[in-house]
């Protein structure tokens, strides 16, 4: 599996397709678009995480937060 920063739809499918893994995880690009995957299928940009590590910080003060997603804003 590979994780970190695969968030570009070219890099990832370049990786899997070279064999360089079986899996690309996705994390932090589905908590800013949780449509990442339909919007790539379909040839539409996803909503890019910053990696600003927001979401983080909010998992340890007990709620899921993101910059990106305006479902998940501070409020």
Not at 1 to 10: D, S, T, Y
Not at 37 to 59: E, R
Not at 69 to 75: C, H, I, P, Q, S
């Given at each position: 599996?590979?994780?970190?920063?695969?968030?570009?739809?070219?890099?990832?499918?370049?990786?899997?397709?070279?064999?360089?893994?079986?899996?690309?995880?996705?994390?932090?690009?589905?908590?800013?678009?949780p449509?990442?995957?339909?919007?790539?299928?379909?040839?539409?940009?996803?909503?890019?995480?910053?990696?600003?590590?927001?979401?983080?910080?909010?998992?340890?003060?007990?709620?899921?937060?993101?910059?990106v997603?305006?479902?998940?804003?501070?409020?």
């Open positions: 599996m590979a994780v970190g920063k695969l968030n570009n739809p070219e890099v990832a499918e370049r990786a899997l397709a070279e064999r360089d893994c079986d899996l690309v995880a996705l994390g932090r690009s589905l908590i800013a678009d449509n990442w995957p339909n919007k790539v299928q379909s040839g539409d940009t996803p909503d890019q995480c910053l990696y600003c590590n927001t979401c983080f910080k909010g998992i340890t003060q007990g709620g899921l937060i993101c910059t997603n305006k479902e998940l804003k501070a409020k």
